[in-house]
């Protein structure tokens, strides 16, 4: 079944009876064609409006405007239980005291008129489903008997046992230890396929739609980013928040500048850029782009070497790098061209992007041209090309997010005057300088009214691209 988003958009009123103008736009003027049999990962910072998005197609919160259509029917203003829809959240919501069996059975019991089924007909069906999810040898356990994999799958199976037109999972793999999560990633990409059934996968975790998604979505602040096949999107990110969330580690961002096509961080010459205009930029490197050379042209001073088989990561330092630590991934065989404490560095031009330092914008050159105008024109094909194109929108503490290791100026005093101060009333004005998030509307907080929302959501970590800065090395 296909959906098909259009201009859909999700605006909140505001929770502060003080400024009624400080309304949410969670999800804002979204366009979006899911096709037929595809699993598409929904992916983004924490608040950026992944699961408004899924309700709204759900039908469990109503949209401000815009229309969804399932296949050619417009689904809009449909109920939630006739649109056709099998939904799993991330904390199962089993009924505790009901068995696997009977918590799969039970969305079949609900069936009305025409597509009510018989006793005989729900028990295979269960059965049928049981066995997709490989659940169906703990049948007659409670829920509270089972691992949280388990739990998940018979969620899971909750959701299928109606053969939904649409499945729809919000961060299923959350609650679960990292190596389940990875099992059952796996599962639930085996499943999608064996029964076609189109499928959302919300999750906040880059890697996790990488690896399990036909087409992945990238969202911040409720507008889409950009849209594509996991690797092209990793591959040509159409701007530098694209470029930042996706990848681990994370792409290392420098300061450069473009003067008569080549490129500059700091005052080396570090690539020939032909076609590129001259301009401040954002340089992305992306960890495996930098090549280990005697006479490299970028050079950085080494801080750590890890070894991870065959191979080795360096760890050093640039004035000009806006991440705390610049990080390469190079091959063992290279490792003969270090000197103790100096690394210098060749860069493999289709991992280096430049993004215009204004509108964080990429700013194409040499063969990159060509090379993202074929990947235009396959996706355009596939019906799955989008790039946010207008300016890029910002969050309250934008202006801070390129911040080096350094504290900003003043920032001790003011942390230490929150100690011995008594706390102003002014407080957010205070609070704006040291890159608090008290004015945004909060990250990732499920405001408790959530009347609309039919389970209770726990906290996901705030494990967004801002966030791959301040990691701790
Ligand atoms: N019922 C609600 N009332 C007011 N604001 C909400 C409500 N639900 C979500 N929001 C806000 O909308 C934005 C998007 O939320 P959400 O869709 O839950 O994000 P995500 O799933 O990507 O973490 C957030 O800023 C959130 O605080
Ligand atoms: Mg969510």
Same mark, same amino acid.
């Given at each position: 079944m296909k959906v098909v988003l259009e201009h859909l958009t999700k605006i909140f009123p505001s929770r502060n009876k003080k400024d009624k103008d400080a309304e949410v736009v969670a999800v804002n003027d979204f366009d979006l064609v899911i096709p037929d049999g595809k699993l598409i990962g929904l992916l983004g910072p924490s608040g950026c409006g992944k699961s408004t998005t899924l309700f709204m197609i759900s039908g469990l919160q109503a949209p401000s405007s815009g229309k969804i259509y399932f296949g050619d029917d417009e689904? =809009? $203003?449909?109920a939630p239980e006739n649109r056709g829809i099998g939904l799993v959240f991330q904390n199962y919501a089993l009924y505790p005291h009901m068995t696997v069996q009977q918590n799969i059975l039970f969305p079949l019991q609900n069936l009305k008129g025409p597509n009510r089924l018989s006793k005989e007909e729900m028990l295979k069906r269960a059965n049928d489903v049981a066995k997709l999810v490989q659940i169906d040898e703990f049948m007659n356990r409670k829920p509270s008997e089972l691992s949280g994999g388990q739990q998940q799958r018979v969620a899971i199976a909750r959701a299928l046992v109606k053969m939904p037109r649409v499945l729809l999972l919000d961060e299923p793999l959350s609650n679960l230890d990292a190596r389940l999560r990875l099992q059952t990633r796996e599962e639930i990409r085996r499943i999608q396929r064996d029964t076609q059934i189109t499928t959302i996968f919300v999750t906040h975790d880059q890697e996790e739609a990488m690896s399990i998604s036909d087409f992945i979505v990238v969202m911040k602040l409720g507008v889409i980013m950009q849209t594509g096949r996991p690797q092209w999107v990793y591959d040509d990110p159409a701007n530098l928040f694209v470029a930042k969330f996706l990848g681990t580690p994370p792409i290392n961002v420098f300061k450069g500048r473009v003067e008569g096509e080549k490129l500059y961080i700091g005052e080396e010459e570090v690539l020939g850029v032909p076609g590129a205009d001259d301009r401040e930029v954002y340089v992305g490197i992306r960890p495996e782009g930098f090549l280990l050379k005697k006479n490299g042209k970028l050079s950085c001073k080494v801080s750590g070497i890890d070894v991870m088989g065959r191979d080795v990561s360096v760890v050093s330092t640039n004035e000009n790098s806006l991440n705390p630590v610049v990080r390469s991934i190079i091959s063992s065989d290279e490792m003969g061209n270090i000197s103790s404490d100096e690394a210098r560095f060749d860069l493999k031009s289709h991992k280096v992007f430049l993004f215009d330092? !204004? =509108?964080e914008l990429r700013v194409y050159f040499g063969e990159q041209v060509a090379a993202h105008e074929k990947m235009v024109a396959e996706m355009k094909e596939a019906g799955q090309y989008y790039v946010h194109e207008g300016p890029l929108p910002r969050e309250a503490d934008d202006a801070d997010r390129? $911040? =080096?290791a350094e504290a900003p100026k003043g920032f001790f005093a003011k942390v230490k005057s929150l100690f011995t101060k008594k706390p102003k009333k002014e407080k957010p004005a205070e609070n704006a300088d040291m890159g608090s998030?008290?004015?945004? *509307?909060?990250?990732?907080e499920v405001p408790? !009214?959530?009347?609309? =929302? *039919?389970v209770e959501k726990s906290d996901t970590p705030a494990e967004n691209a801002e966030n791959h800065e301040g990691e701790a090395e």
């Open positions: 689904v =809009t $203003k449909l330092s !204004e =509108t390129h $911040k =080096t998030e008290n004015e945004a *509307p909060a990250e990732g408790a !009214e959530n009347a609309e =929302t *039919p």
